[in-house]
């Protein structure tokens, strides 16, 4: 259980973690996952069901363990989303409630769409 309350970014980072994960260990069990990475099967557990986000170092071990880079399973290593990150973050911080819920969605839609293959 989060110490916090989970802001809408870090849920959709979570639903964004399991899915890339899902999608990139298709061949591999949680098991044989955990004695690659070193990384308990409860705890991976939880990465595919969206009750925790991976350390910094755990997503390393796992991109290493699938032969993927880091940002295949979180996209905050992409580093033109770091580099965006900022820019954005300043302008959604100046739109009201109802224009971010609208940010939000939108970019959830396109997500989907990608990860559906639609262009």
Do not use: C, W
Request: net charge positive; charged share 20%; glycine share 4%.
């Amino acid at each position: 259980m989060p110490r916090h309350e989970l802001s809408p970014f870090e849920k959709n980072i979570r639903r964004v973690i399991a899915q890339n994960l899902k999608a990139a260990s298709r061949d591999i069990t949680q098991a044989e996952l955990a004695g690659k990475t070193g990384i308990p099967t409860s705890t991976l557990s939880g990465y595919f069901a969206q009750r925790s986000t991976p350390s910094p170092a755990n997503v390393e071990k796992l991109a290493t363990a699938l032969g993927i880079h880091k940002s295949a399973i979180d996209p905050r290593f992409d580093e033109d989303l770091l580099d965006n990150n900022i820019h954005f973050e300043a302008i959604y911080a100046q739109l009201s409630p109802d224009r971010q819920r609208a940010v939000l969605t939108y970019a959830q839609q396109q997500l989907q769409a990608q990860l559906s293959g639609l262009k």
